[in-house]
């Protein structure tokens, strides 16, 4: 039984669910095509001409495609099936991942070497710019040291650290600028050493991890690797990191202070030996393995009752989401 349309390579990405074991012998190339057949399928308008005229032969694509149609509105026009093997071809093809909420899978890294049939299409709003901005955000927990989802003052890290997170992506995104997240879900469990290499396959211009602190103390701390620290017989970060750390964390604490407008305490700015994995260590292991300029906030401390109740109001998220914005901007804007 064929359930394939004339030219079409990989049927089951539309009838079924891909397991690894299915595109374990998938070579790059074949991944890429995978995934261009897919967004062909939604009448993805393809930005490279000569992919397009490859699609363009398929009477079934040129019946789908729409003049102008981006990746994100094609993935609108796929069933759910097809969306989930879209994200899992493309996790298959780079362990990147980009903000799943709105399925944009972004295409970055992808146009080298392979012939042009093989290449993966580029949307042009996700191309990389010789100036656009890349920032890893990295929301905090479940790690290997924590799972973040004790319950204090009636808040859990994991979640506000998340949903803190999504509304920072839409401003950044608003910004024109880029963003890699290191997980796909609130409760996807991440190594800290995986994190940093999200960031660093990203090739993040920030990577920017959120937190809550817990302690005696109240309002927000912005951390960085000011000294090497050794885990898994590892030392890092280079020099070279900890010295754009150190600008990035000073040039993002003062915006980011200003837009706060004293909402919180701010405790300044400190080196990641300070804290209590960094003590141990050195420094924390996503900044021991980060190649990125590399910045860690504690927004609040959850332990403290009023920061609790600030974090917990919806506008006051989104009053944190846009002073990290604006700390990010100071960043970006110092290069
Ligand atoms: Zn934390």
Avoid at 27 to 34: M, N, W
Avoid at 67 to 90: C, K, M, T
Avoid at 121 to 142: L, M, R, T
Wanted: with cysteine; proline share 4%.
């Amino acid at each position: 039984m064929s359930l394939a349309r004339p030219g079409e390579m990989f049927s089951e990405t539309r009838t079924r669910r891909l397991t690894a074991a299915d595109v374990g012998g998938w070579d790059a190339d074949k991944l890429r095509y995978g995934i261009n057949e897919i967004y062909a399928r939604g009448g993805y308008d393809f930005a490279t001409p000569e992919i397009k005229d490859i699609f363009m032969r398929l009477p079934w694509y040129r019946d789908r495609v729409v003049i102008g149609r981006s990746q994100d509105e094609a993935a609108r026009h796929l069933s759910p099936l097809e969306n989930a093997n879209l994200e899992f071809l493309h996790v298959s093809a780079k362990p990147v991942y980009v903000r799943p909420i709105k399925l944009h899978l972004a295409a970055i890294g992808f146009l080298f070497g392979a012939t042009i049939a093989q290449s993966l299409d580029a949307d042009p709003a996700s191309e990389k710019s010789g100036k656009q901005c890349c920032v890893c955000i990295d929301p905090g927990h479940p790690s290997e040291n924590n799972d973040g989802g004790a319950v204090t003052n009636g808040l859990r890290e994991v979640t506000m650290n998340w949903e803190v997170a999504l509304l920072l992506c839409d401003e950044l995104e608003k910004d024109g600028m880029k963003v890699v997240m290191t997980k796909k879900s609130e409760g996807e469990f991440i190594t800290n050493k995986d994190r940093a290499a999200i960031a660093n396959e990203s090739d993040a211009d920030l990577f920017l991890r959120l937190h809550a602190d817990a302690g005696k103390s109240t309002g927000f701390t912005i951390y960085y690797p000011r000294k090497e620290g050794t885990v898994h017989g590892v030392t890092g970060p280079s020099k070279d990191v900890r010295q754009s750390s150190a600008a990035a964390a000073n040039q993002f604490h003062t915006a980011f202070a200003a837009a706060l407008e004293h909402e919180l305490r701010d405790n300044g700015v400190k080196g990641d030996e300070d804290t209590f994995i960094g003590r141990r260590q050195g420094a924390l292991t996503g900044s021991i393995f980060s190649e990125a300029p590399t910045i860690l906030v504690e927004m609040v401390f959850l332990t403290n009752p009023k920061d609790a109740e600030w974090i917990k109001q919806d506008r006051n998220k989104q009053t944190m989401a846009r002073a990290l914005a604006a700390g990010v901007r100071a960043v970006r804007d110092s290069h």
